[in-house]
């Protein structure tokens, strides 16, 4: 049988909700897929969707942007602005054939600890099934 | 001067394509071609040049991997390649000759163009008629039809041609067809005539290099031309004889190699020194960089124009912008200002 | 001389002598055939060099800012004056300072497809109601001029001038539907992933790096753009696929909400990119998710500058 694969999954959370959140998962010993590099932003609205392509250049299989509940925003308004970035980020990326299920986005705060363990758990099952991203990324130099 | 016939010629270079690489002009550019079917090719040049087959727009120079702790530095081996192409102007071997003299002709031998270019046979063809957009006589009124570098130059007669060469190979490849005669010789002659006659009026390039050069600090006379420039490296990169090249690193996974690409002085990035100055701040100082580079310091330096008068940059810049202009206008404006 | 040209000259002429301008952009004959060039003329006895014709296809507001201290008198199609727009929102020329002349466009030519079709220099190219005429090698040949209209111009639905001082000539009906618009790209979309993206990398691998598309872009304007950055290093300058993906897709995803589909980057490009589907993604995104048409006033808000609580969210979990 062939070995599972193990996706890379880029995860850029934000300090005051998401990152929080991912902390309470882990001192509430919530088990989640390992699969996620964490990657600390002050806020969602930080996120540069260049970002998300440089993840996927790199060898990425899939990025996650995780900040606070709208409305909740740390900064007030960063989330709100971040919103309408990714949409179109990720509705370029589809266009060009990047599964949309590679890149996602959630909402998730200090005390949504189950939920930050669910998400992860969705992300990295969609992006498993996907297997291995290949468009895009830069290919290893040959010496 | 040699008698060849289509179908020999296309024999000849089909064999060469045994062992080697055939490039000729296919749409925009010289491409490689499986064999050769024609001896016909459009009149005028190609959009792109040829000098990417002997200076590639991205080139590997060494590359180096860490691991462990240890450092290993590799020399990449030299290109090897071998190829011939086929179709080249007499503008396009201006050019390469100038390229030649530039890489392999001075103080410093670039190898990596020199093997490249070694590898490469050329054959180049007479124009029988010139595009509206050729002006190569406005440097040197019998280029149309001159040899040049080429190792074999063919001029195309009603339904054979004639060959000669410059090189020793050449020569060899050469050796097997009959001289031409008497008449074709004659006809050789009108042939050039013709050439020569279908090109534009000259413009006066006689001390082109110093009227340039005064006009330097002259804002109004580049003026008309700058408004247009939209800083694009267009022009550049058709350019056959524009040879400017950047070095870059880049690592992947801590594998890393050192590369050149293709650089032009229409970027900013060209001349940004470390220290945060850019001695051509604007676009305005950049597309004046061209032509200055163009049509005063190579003559001043070299004794001989960059500009071999193909009309690429003509026809291919968006805005229209044309080199013709800006020599006819510096033979009207009077020194010292206009 | 047809109408258009003679009332351009004409308004032109009136403004640099009453002074209400230092310069007018407009365009004149090329030297080269399928091609009108943009120019600037700053004094009245030039304006005969002014044309009005199917050639002009660059979009002017590229070159506003060059002349930001000066008043500015500039001819302006449909697409031209969406720049305009964006270029004032985002307050890089001052409208006070620009006078708008409105050219309602019928949509103008690529000079790339005439090309292919008639070679880079016939003799002589003559265009009559909508047939073009051009004689190549002594033979005359008549086509319908709607072949050769640009991609950009063939799914145009802002020909009129949208915002400007004044116009010449009546406004022209409007060619597409707004469903037809963005037919380009709902045929794209039909295909897979494995498909789209097989179609853009050999797209962006054409790409010889000459940065065409974003100098000839009104809205590419930026002092360092990302891919000149050295510190940081966005991506290599290498033509590896990856990089060159990365550098469309990032300089396409800069004109979201900003991108009026002028076309003058796939109309520039040496090598024939085409980018008219990714634009119109850009534009039906920012219409479909958020009800927003680039340049359409110099008073709204640029799409990513601002929001809405109730914006679209489904997409995140």
Redesign the interface.
């Known amino acids: 049988m062939p070995e599972e694969f193990n996706p890379k999954i880029l995860a850029f959370l934000c300090n005051w909700c998401s990152y929080a959140g991912a902390d309470l998962a882990g001192t509430s010993r919530i088990q989640y897929p390992p699969n996620i590099r964490v990657l600390r932003v002050p806020c969602s609205g930080r996120v540069n969707p260049q970002f998300l392509f440089k993840a996927i250049q790199v060898g990425a299989d899939g990025v996650l942007v995780s900040g606070c509940h709208p409305g909740d925003c740390h900064y007030l308004t960063g989330n709100y602005f971040a919103r309408r970035k990714f949409l179109i980020a990720k509705n370029l990326l589809e266009l060009i054939g990047i599964d949309p299920g590679r890149v996602q986005f959630s909402w998730v705060s200090a005390a949504e600890g189950g939920k930050f363990a669910e998400v992860v758990k969705k992300v990295t099952d969609k992006v498993r099934t996907l297997g291995p991203n290949t468009k895009m990324v830069k290919k290893k130099l040959e010496v | 001067m040699k008698i060849i016939k289509t179908d020999e010629l296309l024999n000849l270079i089909n064999n060469l394509g045994k062992e080697m690489d055939i490039w000729a002009p296919v749409g925009?550019s010289f491409e490689r071609v499986p064999s050769l079917k024609t001896v016909e090719i459009?009149?005028?040049t190609t959009?792109f040049s040829a000098k990417e087959i002997f200076f590639p727009?991205?080139q590997t120079l060494l590359?180096?991997?860490r691991e462990d702790g240890n450092f290993?530095l590799?020399s990449v081996p030299l290109p090897d390649a071998k190829g011939v192409i086929f179709g080249l102007r007499s503008c396009d071997l201006v050019a390469i000759a100038e390229m030649d003299e530039f890489f392999t002709g001075r103080t410093y031998t670039d190898v990596y163009y020199q093997k490249l270019r070694e590898g490469m046979l050329l054959f180049g063809v007479a124009c029988k008629q010139a595009?509206?957009?050729c002006f190569c006589n406005w440097f040197d009124p019998d280029v149309p039809v001159n040899p040049g570098v080429a190792d074999v130059y063919l001029y195309p007669l009603e339904n054979y041609l004639l060959a000669t060469s410059t090189t020793e190979r050449g020569e060899k490849m050469l050796s097997s067809f009959p001289d031409a005669d008497e008449e074709s010789l004659e006809k050789l002659e009108r042939f050039k005539l013709e050439s020569i006659a279908s090109l534009p009026e000259k413009q006066e390039t006689d001390g082109l290099a110093d009227r340039i050069y005064e006009l330097f600090d002259d804002k109004q006379f580049w003026q008309?031309t700058f408004?247009?420039c939209?800083?694009?490296?267009?022009c550049t990169?058709?350019c056959p004889t524009c040879h400017c090249f950047?070095i870059?690193e880049?690592i992947?996974?801590r594998?890393?190699?050192r590369?050149r690409?293709?650089d032009?002085c229409q970027?900013?990035?060209f001349t940004l020194e470390a220290s945060g100055l850019n001695p051509r701040p604007t676009?305005f100082e950049r597309m004046r960089q061209r032509f200055m580079d163009k049509l005063s310091y190579s003559y001043k330096e070299f004794g001989k124009y960059q500009c071999v008068g193909c009309g690429r940059c003509?026809?291919?810049c968006?805005?229209?912008i044309?080199i013709?202009?800006v020599i006819a206008k510096s033979c009207t404006v009077s020194r010292g200002g206009g | 001389m047809d109408s258009v040209t003679s009332q351009i000259r004409e308004r032109a002429k009136a403004l640099l002598s009453e002074g209400k301008v230092d310069v007018v952009i407009g365009f004149t004959e090329g030297t080269i055939p399928f091609t009108a060039r943009p120019v600037a003329v700053a004094h009245p006895e030039e304006v005969e060099c002014l044309v009005w014709n199917r050639f002009c296809r660059l979009n002017l507001a590229s070159y506003l800012r060059q002349f930001k201290d000066k008043k500015i008198g500039i001819i302006a199609k449909g697409c031209d004056t969406r720049s305009i727009a964006i270029l004032c929102t985002e307050q890089q020329v001052n409208r006070d300072n620009i006078y708008i002349i409105g050219i309602p466009c019928e949509g103008m030519l690529s000079r790339k497809t005439l090309r292919e079709r008639f070679g880079d220099t016939p003799e002589k190219v003559e265009i009559k109601d909508d047939i073009i005429e051009v004689t190549t090698s002594g033979k005359k040949e008549s086509v319908p001029i709607s072949n050769f209209l640009d991609t950009a111009c063939r799914f145009c639905i802002h020909p009129n001038p949208v915002v400007y001082d004044e116009m010449i000539d009546d406004e022209v009906p409007i060619r597409v539907s707004q469903e037809e618009h963005y037919s380009l790209l709902r045929e794209f979309e039909k295909k897979s992933p494995d498909e789209r993206w097989k179609y853009f990398r050999e797209e962006f691998s054409k790409c010889i790096r000459c940065y065409a598309c974003r100098e000839a872009c009104p809205t590419c304007y930026c002092e360092e753009c990302f891919v000149d950055s050295l510190n940081p290093k966005w991506i290599d300058k290498g033509f590896s696929e990856s990089d060159l993906s990365i550098w469309h897709l990032t300089r396409l995803y800069h004109q979201a909400g900003r991108c009026v589909e002028c076309g003058n980057c796939s109309a520039v490009c040496p090598v024939g990119i085409d980018f008219n589907v990714m634009t119109q993604k850009l534009s039906l995104d920012a219409l479909q998710m958020f009800q927003y048409e680039a340049g359409m006033s110099i008073d709204e808000k640029p799409l990513l500058q601002t929001f809405k609580q109730d914006d679209y969210n489904d997409f995140v979990m």
Not at chain 2, 230 to 234: R, V
């Open positions: 925009d459009p009149q005028g959009h727009k991205e590359t180096y991997k290993e590799d595009a509206p957009t008309g408004d247009r939209l800083g694009c490296g267009i990169f058709v950047d870059q880049e992947i996974n594998v890393g190699r590369y690409l293709w032009s970027f900013s990035l676009r003509v026809v291919m968006p805005a229209n044309d013709r202009e």
